[in-house]
């Protein structure tokens, strides 16, 4: 199974930009669909965007045009960019894997959009 871990969260102002990775242990990253949710207080964890195997790539319709999800399989490595932030986004970002009906999430990295 493979362990995930995210950084790259924090504070940032509206407008601002942030980039979260999400390193992954393991040797089959690259067979790994990819996905980064997100989880406000009070609300239920939403998918945000996914990247499967063949780097197909899917997202939510309320980040579309803001957020990029991208892969680097040589670093074993998922990565989402957040642009153009609004305060709605603030939320504990997750990374999860699937593979073969095996999956894992990561621990989660708080992103606080405020002024």
């Known amino acids: 199974q493979v362990q995930l871990v995210e950084s790259g969260g924090g504070l940032v102002q509206p407008g601002g930009s942030l980039r979260l990775s999400c390193a992954a242990s393991?040797?089959?990253?690259?067979?790994?669909?990819m996905a980064w949710y997100r989880q406000a207080p009070g609300k239920q964890r939403e998918l945000v965007a996914s990247i499967n195997s063949y780097f197909s790539i899917n997202y939510a319709d309320s980040v579309k045009g803001r957020f990029t999800i991208s892969r680097d399989n040589a670093e074993k490595t998922v990565y989402l960019q957040l642009s153009s932030l609004k305060p709605e986004d603030t939320a504990v970002y997750y990374c999860?894997?699937?593979?073969?009906?095996?999956?894992?999430w990561g621990q989660g990295t708080q992103v606080t959009v405020s002024s």
């Open positions: 999860h894997a699937v593979y073969r009906g095996s999956s894992s």
């Open positions: 393991g040797s089959i990253f690259s067979n790994y669909a």
